[in-house]
């Protein structure tokens, strides 16, 4: 790869990302650019793996034999027709079956996902050969235990009882902490390599140009309103 390529390689996403973060600033029409840029690609990846998933998942099995996809491909179609107003009460069959079935699976795998093993997930044994396995394997019962203890409104919270909820308590806030800790971690990551990209050379560079432009613009946006003032 030549000099002038690798440049281009390195400026193209650090403009991108300065395009992006300018919005930041105020919305302008480097932003809009991108934002049109980002939705018309992905639209485009998608339309792509959508045909290229119909014609391997469909179509060449048809080919092959496999009427049973025939159905599952008149279906598909009939989404279609929801473009023309005359048939547009095809296009609730397919649309009915997705979203039914798509239900059922959803309803099903959380009560599996998040019920049941959550529940057989705590009946762990406290005596095994591994000493700070017995320990993390109390820690987990007694957090689940405590948890739902804080959960019971039916008697008063006093005396023993509110020493149990008030740790099943502290168990709850660790838990949310640590979520919260994860969730702006995962949201943080994606933004730490457009920085990189704008901190080093030669997105540094770029970098300088967009402050020293926003620089200029806020000086002369101070201007104008003190001319209209007067």
């Known amino acids: 790869m030549t000099l002038l390529a690798e440049v281009v390689t390195a400026l193209v996403p650090a403009a991108l990302a300065l395009m992006v973060f300018s919005h930041l600033y105020k919305y302008n029409y480097f932003f809009k650019f991108t934002e049109h840029t980002l939705v018309g690609i992905a639209v485009g990846v998608e339309m792509y793996m959508a045909y290229k998933s119909i014609i391997a998942s469909g179509v060449q099995p048809m080919l092959k034999g496999q009427y049973i996809m025939v159905p599952a491909l008149i279906l598909g179609f009939m989404v279609f027709a929801i473009f023309f107003k005359r048939s547009k009460y095809l296009a609730s069959w397919p649309l009915v079956i997705v979203v039914s079935v798509g239900l059922g699976l959803s309803a ?110 806020i000086i002369r946006s101070r201007a104008l309103r003190a001319r209209e003032q007067e």
């Open 108 to 217: 099903s795998g959380a009560i599996y996902g998040q019920i049941i093993t959550q529940i057989t997930a705590t009946f762990l044994p406290l005596t095994t050969p591994d000493l700070w396995k017995d320990v993390q394997n109390l820690i987990i019962v007694l957090g689940t235990v405590t948890t739902l203890l804080y959960f019971t409104f039916t008697i008063p919270h006093t005396g023993p009882l509110k020493r149990v909820t008030r740790l099943g308590r502290y168990f709850i806030m660790i838990a949310l902490g640590a979520t919260f800790g994860g969730v702006v971690t995962t949201f943080t990551t994606p933004v730490i390599t457009p920085v990189i990209w704008m901190t080093e050379t030669p997105g540094i560079y770029l970098s300088a140009v967009v402050v020293l432009i926003i620089l200029v613009d």
